[in-house]
Structures are given as C-alpha cells and as structure tokens.
C-alpha cells in the first residue's frame, strides 16, 4: 500500500501550518514516529483540515518531556498478554493486535511507546498463534482488532485471517478499530467490503476526536459503503486538549456522527500515556462538555470512560452530571482496580 507520508516533506508542510519550526518536528519525529496519509495532506494543503483536528497527528516538542504520572504503559498492558498478539483483561473478549503500524501515528496514543516502533512486530506465526488461542477458548464470544492498525495490514493478508477468525463459530462479534475511515477512506475497498459483507458478525469502531474528521464527503461515502455491507459504525473519541476540549466543538462532532449514522459510542478521558501530557484536559472542562452533551440527542451521547492501570473500562452516564466528579476522582486512583463504578449513575 503506497499511502502513508512520511518526512520530510510533509513535516515541512505541517511546521508552516502550525507555525511550528521544522526543526521541533523533526526532534520530536526521532523518538515517536510520525506518519500522514495521502488524503489528510491533501486536506491540509486544501485547507479543509484545521490546525485544532491536525494537532492529533502533529509532533509536538512536549512529547519529549517526563512528567510525573504519565507512563509508557499506563493502562498495564504489558501484563495482559497470554500470548503477544493478544490483550486480554475480560474473560468473554479480547484484543487481537494485527501490527504495530499505523496510518497515521496519533500523538496520543497509548501505545505510543510500541507502535511504528521497528522493534516491535506482529509476524505472522503470532497471528496463528492468537487465531488458536480464540479457537481453543470459547468463552471468547467477541474480538476486538486492534494494533496498530488492523487495516494497514494489507488486503492479502487481512482477507484470510479475517476467514480465519470467521470459521470460529463461537466468536458472535468481531470489531475492527481502525482509524482509515477518516484518514484514508479509500481503504474501505470492494475486496474487504466483499468479506465484511459474507457475514453479520463485523461491526467497525471508528475514531474521530474533530468535527473535521468527518467533515469530507469521501469519509461520509466510506461510512455509507460500510453500512450498506451491514457493518455497524460506532465512534470512539478522546477529550484531547487543543483538539475537541471546547463544549460546542464536542457537541458538534457528537451530533454530527449521530446524524450521519455513526453511532457515538465512546469518550475516553486521556491515557495519561507518556509524551501525551499536553493533550491533558482539566477536570472541570471534562464535566462541562458532558454537561453539554447531556443536552444532545439520545443517541449522540457517548458513555464517558476512563481506562485504569488493569486495562479495565470505568464508565459513567454523566445525568445528574454532578456524579462526575466523583467518577473522575477515582480515575486518580484507577491503578488500583475499582470494583463499583457500575454503582455511579
Ligand atoms: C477496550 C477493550 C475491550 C473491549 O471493551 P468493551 O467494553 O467491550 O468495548 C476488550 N479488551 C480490552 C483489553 C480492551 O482494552
């Protein structure tokens, strides 16, 4: 796939953009790696892509500091592996990791410490490998992919693991977590639309943190395609500061997924993932934007969520919204595990 851009000709677009120096870029690109898509540079160029939506991809010389609190692994990870290709921190689901490349490198990631990293690989043996673990488990009932990317993996060897995972008959959902519907729509092809539509089991997660992500008629074409194969689109989003941490832009991006049938399923308070700290959103902020989204549609209000140090999800429904700060506290707790998050609603 001749799609990701790399340095340094995009960085040197990127600098004048944000008014940033290329040199700042460049420092940052020599320890977490940087990669755009064809189609966002060219949105970029054209000006249909913001600096506040670009900032998700765009080094930034903060992530090179060391700040207390914010670690390479602050959801504990590294011990939910049984085997390396997967994470597990449930009994009837799991994450299957199908690489550790990515389309485009989020400055924010999680897994920032591992992905786009040439030391760390998935090979093909460890995909067997996970594809026996699921076989030989059948409480497993719902696999999420993940990486990395699963849809940088190219086609031709997507498509038969995908063939793979679908002769478990025990597997009820497969969801495939891939940021290419809006950073490269047209990865959504007729060959893989052709699998996803032999059976109902898929269902797609995208992620869009800026109403800019979805704001192009291509991503809004890809979204349609995965419909019409029967796919469910769901949309996970981060509170990212300079990105969607003003009420009105997340209540935006919210309503604007609702309307155009993605399905508003997510909001993470930020991983406090190392080189990530100045995406970091005050606690205040946070509960004004889901005071506002309490006000959207049903169907546009994602559930809040944070992730502690077990890779377990906390969530909250943020009406009475006054609730959240007690929710919010015990995220500055969360690597103990919480048993009774389930208890504030
Ligand atoms: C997020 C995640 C899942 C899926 O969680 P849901 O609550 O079912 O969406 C499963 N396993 C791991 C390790 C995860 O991080």
Redo the contacts with the bound molecule.
């Keep these: 796939m001749e799609v990701v851009i790399t340095p340094p000709k995009t960085l040197a677009i990127l600098a004048q953009k944000a008014g940033k120096s290329v040199d700042e870029l460049v420092k940052t690109v020599d320890t977490y790696p940087f990669a755009l898509t064809h189609f966002l540079r060219q949105r970029v160029e054209e000006g249909t892509y913001s600096l506040p939506a670009l900032r998700q991809f765009l080094p930034d010389a903060q992530e090179l500091q060391d700040v207390a609190g914010f670690s390479p692994d602050p ?1 504990g990870e590294s011990g ?1 592996h049984p085997i390396p290709a997967i ?4 009994d009837n ?3 299957i990791l199908l690489s550790y490349q990515c389309l485009v490198y989020c400055r924010f990631c999680v897994r920032k410490a591992l992905v786009g990293m040439p030391e760390y690989t998935i090979t093909h043996e460890q995909i067997e490998q996970a594809l026996a673990f699921v076989r030989t488990h059948p409480e497993i009932e ?1 696999v ?1 992919l993940s990486g990395g990317d699963p849809l940088a993996v190219p086609n031709r060897r997507l498509l038969p693991f995908l063939r793979q995972l679908l002769a478990i008959s025990h597997v009820r959902a497969i969801r495939i977590d891939s940021r290419a519907l809006s950073t490269m729509p047209k990865r959504i092809d007729d060959e893989l639309l052709d699998v996803l539509k032999t059976d109902d089991r898929f269902w797609y997660h995208a992620h869009m943190n800026h109403p800019d992500d979805l704001h192009h008629p291509d991503v809004l074409a890809a979204a349609r395609r995965l419909r019409m194969a029967g796919v469910p689109v769901l949309n996970q989003s981060v509170i990212l500061a300079g990105v969607n941490d003003d009420p009105a832009v997340m209540a935006r991006l919210m309503s604007e997924c609702y309307y155009h049938k993605i399905l508003p399923y ?1 909001l993470y308070v930020l991983d406090r993932v190392k080189g990530g700290v100045h995406f970091e959103v005050a606690e205040e902020r946070i509960v004004e934007i889901c005071e506002t989204l309490s006000h959207l549609p049903g169907p546009a209000q994602p559930v809040l969520i944070f ?1 502690d140090g077990e ?1 377990r ?1 906390h969530r909250a429904v943020y009406d009475p919204v006054t609730d959240l700060h007690a929710f919010l506290g015990a995220r500055n707790a969360a690597h103990r595990p919480m048993e009774n998050v389930s208890a504030l609603r």
Excluded: P
């Excluded at 994470?87 to 449930?90: G, I, N």
């Design positions: 959801a939910k994470l597990q921190a449930y689901r799991l994450v719902d999420v997510n992730v890779s999800k």
